[in-house]
């Protein structure tokens, strides 16, 4: 079956750094675009950054531009999330998801916490 398995998050203090890694199986990874989306306490989720299949093209939300850089591997089926400068309003439970026909696919999540 699909499975998408987050990793890499943790507790950083404000203006640091965290890399989180989405490993994704059960599919062809190579064919579909891949996205990172967050979900903070009562807010809804919202999607932070997306790249297509092939991993030339990518586009972030407006809060996380110059911030935050999305890619991914397609020999290793994993997509990352290279979050820098991180402030405490990027706290949240951050989601990747697969763009495959269809509902798509999500993982179960990994928390980020910014705090000091």
């Known amino acids: 079956q699909v499975q998408l398995v987050e990793s890499g998050g943790g507790l950083v203090q404000p203006g640091g750094s965290l890399r989180l890694s989405c490993a994704v199986s059960g599919l062809t990874f190579s064919n579909y675009a891949m996205s990172w989306h967050r979900q903070a306490p009562g807010k809804e989720r919202e999607l932070v950054a997306h790249?297509?299949?092939?991993?030339?093209?990518?586009n972030y939300a407006d809060s996380v531009k110059g911030r935050f850089a999305i890619s991914r591997d397609n020999a290793k089926d994993t997509v990352y999330l290279q979050m820098n400068n991180l402030k405490q309003e990027d706290t949240a439970v951050y989601y990747c998801?697969?763009?495959?026909?269809?509902?798509?696919?999500w993982g179960q999540g990994t928390q980020v916490t910014v705090s000091s």
């Open positions: 998801y697969a763009h495959t026909p269809g509902p798509g696919y």
């Open positions: 790249i297509i299949n092939t991993g030339s093209k990518t």
